[in-house]
């Protein structure tokens, strides 16, 4: 089943990254939404629904980890997929971000082609 990917939301808590993924998504035709720390996210993702949240691990506050797994507990936001954007490398990173409900995973610095590649995946029905 394919699903249209248009809008998304970015929570992180670093401009430079934000402004990095912006640049790669508004290139690409997508809508932007952006959120500075997961409080924030999960707030905005409850309110616009967007089609994909890429997410940041570590932020102040709740971090990544507790955000998604919120999200993808929560019955108004569990069916918008998350892939998580972080500089935490580790396998049991990955793994554990993946239990918490994201769908996918990609290390900083994001490369362009490996983000573009995972949406369009997630697009062509890549995921429940």
Avoid: H
């Avoid at 089943?1 to 035709?29: G, K």
């Avoid at 707030?43 to 997410?55: F, H, N, S, V």
């Avoid at 993808?72 to 935490?88: E, F, G, W």
């Avoid at 290390?107 to 890549?126: D, N």
């Amino acid at each position: 089943m394919s699903r249209e990917i248009r809008r998304v939301l970015i929570i992180d808590d670093s401009p430079t990254e934000r402004f990095l993924l912006t640049q790669i998504l508004f290139a690409n035709n997508f809508e932007v939404l952006v959120a500075e720390n997961g409080e924030d996210g999960v707030a905005k993702a409850r309110e616009l629904q967007p089609d994909l949240i890429l997410m940041d691990v570590v932020m102040p506050g709740m971090n990544g980890f507790q955000a998604t797994r919120q999200l993808s507990r929560d019955a108004a936001t569990k069916n918008i997929p998350i892939i998580l954007c972080t500089t935490k490398s580790q396998q049991s990173d990955k793994v554990w971000g993946l239990r918490q409900g994201a769908f996918d995973y990609i290390t900083k610095p994001v490369e362009r082609t490996l983000l573009l590649a995972k949406i369009a995946a997630l697009a062509s029905g890549g995921f429940q």
